[in-house]
């Protein structure tokens, strides 16, 4: 199967989080943080291997136009600023009703620059358990 001219290539299914109880998983037991726009629950699997994303966005957001161009940008942003992060983490983001404001006046940059906030400040908190 060829790739189609300007598709950049899109994470596998093992990137994702699917299940509920994955979800549920990183809700219960990881750890939080947030800003304006998102927020961002973390939690390390047993097993290695690139970070996974789950992408939470409620009705509050909008409607379902809105709801899917965020959770878009939140996948291609976490494209960009996954490197960022330790191997073998599970990632649910959460987009508050703000990330729709953030979306329609900055696109991928708005959603994006969120994101790189919230992964800098887990980062260094992760740094500072490690001491």
């Known amino acids: 199967m060829s790739a189609r001219p300007g598709v950049t290539a899109r994470r596998s299914k093992r990137g994702r989080l699917s299940r509920s109880a994955e979800f549920d998983r990183v809700f219960r037991q990881g750890r939080s943080l947030a800003n304006r726009v998102l927020v961002l629950y973390a939690f390390p699997r047993s097993e290695e291997g690139q970070p996974r994303l789950g992408v939470s966005v409620s009705r509050r957001v909008g409607g379902?136009?809105?709801r899917n161009h965020v959770k878009r940008l939140l996948r291609e942003a976490f494209e960009q600023e996954s490197g960022?992060?330790?191997e073998g983490l599970d990632v649910v983001v959460v987009a508050r009703p703000e990330a729709r404001v953030v979306a329609e006046r900055d696109g991928l940059a708005g959603i994006s620059a969120a994101l790189a906030?919230?992964?800098?400040r887990a980062r260094e908190r992760a740094a500072g358990d490690r001491r």
């Open 84 to 86: 960022a992060l330790p």
């Open 117 to 120: 906030e919230l992964i800098a």
């Open 64 to 66: 379902a136009v809105e």
